[in-house]
């Protein structure tokens, strides 16, 4: 017969001093399966310590760990106030918080990262993580009792491994997750940060999305557009007052040059809970707003190609707000970008624009790949970058990539016939290497799971930049 024990330490408060603090300085402390260690304050374990935690440790202040923490038991955060759990190198299975404070006065602050390996339940209490920090749940471990005034504000990554068909996430994601791979999703919520939590119309910021940015990495890119459903409390609807005409926006990862994903709809309200669903065929980060608040100039398309010795850019956009201009950047290496012109914008216009500009001669840069962007500025001197198009230069006896960029694959034409082609990435580790075919193309697909960047691929004497979007 199993006999459940509680061990609790009442430690005594003095008036006008810190919450007593249960210290482990130099011991080992092992809490067994079904064992619970209570402590009424806090827990301190120092450098050199160990807390080895099989069965619950409930404490009502802060935890602390500088020396070893391996709970594969539950960790219950139960206070009346704030507490703070500062992890250290901590290995955690379940982490319960059930803090019972007043609003404003029952949030456990987690101000490093961690990973959370079986289950994260709120019974009671905000979970807020540090802007740069992150809480983190592999896949398989569950998430639990998210709803009005009881959520995990921050950074919350949900790792899910390949599969097939719709996945709720938990966090306020659902997608068809198939042909995907693994999928890492990550939700940045309630921070009332712009572009961190909640996308920002760069033009003029009192143009503002939902307090709720969620950042989707795949390890393939979508082969078709992706159904997708975005969930949200009224907590982060950031004073948005009306979802009768919302829009999905995206982003790529670590940009903030917004664009609409899917077409304006109304969104499902019920009490307090929002959802919105669309199909996009790029993921990234993905945010809501309404259609009184668009996030960006909406630059619709933006293309670069060969025009004789010339390269001819054009771009088209959907609506502008404030829009002052365009500066037309150009690089021979992708990564060092100067101005070569400047088109006038449109101000404010709810009407689609179109607008070019010839860069002539680019055989002076001397490379096989010139890089194009557009810096759009607004009228108060904000800006933001329009994706990277390139055009292969002259003098390359018709060796060419396409398309370039690309998510995935592309193909070389003009190569040797049977010379080998290979391809290498940004720090020079061999990535892919085949031959071309009797025609002297060949058709370079990346594995699964490469990063995005500039790969350079390399044929007899000859090299071209490939960009992976």
Known sequence: ????????????????????????????????????????????????????????????????????????GTLLFGGAANQVFTPGAATVATLVLNNTG???????????????????????????????????????????????????????RIIRAAGSGVL?????????????????????????????????????????????????ETAAAPAAAVPVTLSWLADDDNSLSSFAAAQAWRAD??????????????????????????????????????????????????????????????????????NDRFEVEASADGRTFRRIGQVPGHGSSSQPHEYQLVDPAIARYAASLVYYRLRQVDADGTFAYSPVRTVAARGLAGLALFPNPTKQAATLTGAEPGVAVTVFDAVGRLVLTLPADAAGTAVLTLPNGFATGVYVVRTGSKALRLTVE
């Open 102 to 156: 007043a609003p404003g006065q029952r949030t456990l602050a987690l101000p490093a990262d961690l990973a959370v390996g079986t289950a994260l339940t709120l019974q009671s209490g905000l979970l807020r993580t540090a802007p740069a920090a992150t809480l983190t749940l592999p896949d398989g471990a569950t998430l639990s009792g998210e709803g009005p005034g009881q959520y995990v504000q921050g950074n919350l």
């Open 253 to 322: 990862p670590g940009t903030s040059a917004w664009g609409k994903a899917g077409s304006p709809a109304a969104a499902t309200v019920a009490g307090s809970s929002r959802s919105f669903s669309f199909a996009t065929a790029a993921l990234g980060r993905l945010t809501i707003s309404n259609a009184a608040n668009p996030l960006p100039v909406e630059l619709a398309r933006f293309t670069a190609e060969p025009l004789g010795a010339d390269a001819l850019l054009r771009w088209a956009t959907a609506s502008e707000k404030n």
């Open 1 to 72: 017969m199993k006999i459940a024990l509680t061990l609790a330490l009442l430690l005594p408060a003095l008036a006008g001093l810190a919450q007593p603090t249960l210290t482990n300085d130099g011991a080992t402390l092992s809490v067994g399966p079904g064992t619970m260690l209570y402590v009424a304050g806090a827990v301190q374990n120092n450098a050199g310590s160990t807390l080895l935690n099989a069965g619950t440790v409930q404490l009502t202040g802060d935890l602390t760990n500088a020396g070893t923490l391996a709970s594969a």
């Open 168 to 216: 709720d996430f938990g966090h306020g994601l659902s997608l068809d997750r198939s042909g995907l791979g693994r999928v890492t999703a990550t939700r940045t919520a309630g921070l009332l940060t712009d572009n961190l939590s909640r996308g920002v119309n760069l033009g003029n910021t009192a143009y503002q999305g939902i307090d709720r940015i969620w950042t989707v």
